[in-house]
């Protein structure tokens, strides 16, 4: 019943945010009114296509799905990606992410390696959402994935954990309603304990966390960041009135362009007004 429930939920959801995904993946956008405007879309503009050329000699990049993240639902993101000149795959969670996240990173060994098989790459950037960004840091950590990965990229990743899932205990819901996945993402999980003990950034991989105020499934949101040197990025600390959600993240302009620029190794600058 709790699962047929989520995935209701969830497909509201997503179904409220097709609107917001049309606009936001829209090439085309409205001329500003004022000379400063304009500058400022210009300076923009010149940033952007300095950002696409680095681009064009990237690494392939592998956009890491979240519980219950089915591949279509990261088009989007990918979709502005291959616009910008990556080269670009989705990976989807085993069995949606409900099973063991170290068998998931696992997997996604697998998968990163077929990659550079297929493209001739040393390396991949992992762009992450959700729990992906757990599974992503795993394989990292544990699986050999230090010497495989460039760049790393969360977006809501519940790094230290989540109160949203051990709310489900609490409303007597047992643990985690017999999720692994969901247990693993609860504050004080072994998986965590082991996951964040030692050093959070290992080895020459580039690390970044993307977080926003209004992320529905991360509390506390501070919990979505890493250690040790990563850089972390609170979108509203940047734009304060820009509203974002948990899905928001792989849909919102904003977020897109800390993605772009982290990506490329270039100075983290907001857009802003982005779509």
Same mark, same amino acid.
């Given at each position: 019943m709790l699962l047929r429930t989520i995935l209701a939920a969830t497909t509201t959801v997503a179904a409220l945010l097709v609107p917001a995904t049309a606009a936001q993946a829209s090439p085309h956008r409205a001329a500003p009114t004022t000379s400063a405007a304009t500058g400022a879309v210009a300076t923009t503009a010149?940033?952007?296509?300095?950002?696409?050329?680095?681009?064009?000699?990237?690494?392939?990049?592998?956009?890491?799905? #979240?519980?219950?993240?089915?591949?279509?639902?990261?088009?989007?993101?990918?979709?502005?990606?291959?616009?910008?000149?990556?080269?670009?795959?989705?990976?989807?969670?085993?069995?949606?992410?409900?099973?063991?996240?170290?068998?998931?990173?696992?997997?996604?060994?697998?998968?990163?390696?077929?990659?550079?098989?297929? =493209?001739?790459?040393?390396?991949?950037?992992?762009? =992450?959402?959700?729990?992906?960004?757990?599974?992503?840091?795993?394989?990292?950590?544990?699986?050999? #994935?230090?010497?495989?990965?460039?760049?790393?990229?969360?977006? #809501?990743?519940?790094?230290? #954990?989540?109160?949203?899932?051990?709310?489900?205990?609490?409303?007597?819901?047992?643990?985690?309603?017999?999720?692994?996945a969901c247990q693993q993402m609860s504050i004080g999980s072994d998986l965590l304990a082991a996951l964040n003990g030692g050093d959070d950034t290992p080895g020459s991989v580039r690390w970044t966390t993307v977080r926003t105020w209004q992320d529905e499934l991360v509390w506390p949101i501070g919990n979505a960041s890493l250690a040790d040197g990563a850089t972390n990025v609170l979108i509203q600390a940047w734009c304060p009135l820009r509203v974002v959600g948990h899905l928001g993240l792989i849909l919102d302009g904003t977020t897109y362009t800390v993605v772009r620029q982290a990506l490329t190794d270039a100075a983290i600058r907001p857009d802003c007004f982005a779509l």
């Open positions: 010149r940033t952007a296509a300095s950002e696409v050329t680095a681009a064009a000699g990237a690494n392939p990049v592998i956009v890491v799905g #979240g519980l219950i993240g089915v591949s279509i639902a990261y088009e989007p993101i990918a979709a502005r990606l291959r616009a910008d000149g990556f080269r670009v795959s989705i990976y989807q969670l085993p069995n949606l992410g409900f099973g063991d996240i170290r068998d998931s990173a696992r997997a996604l060994a697998a998968y990163v390696d077929q990659v550079r098989a297929a =493209t001739g790459a040393a390396k991949v950037d992992l762009v =992450t959402h959700s729990e992906g960004g757990l599974v992503s840091r795993w394989y990292v950590k544990f699986l050999g #994935g230090v010497d495989k990965v460039d760049h790393y990229l969360s977006l #809501g990743s519940p790094q230290q #954990g989540t109160y949203a899932a051990n709310i489900l205990k609490f409303i007597g819901l047992g643990s985690c309603a017999g999720i692994i």
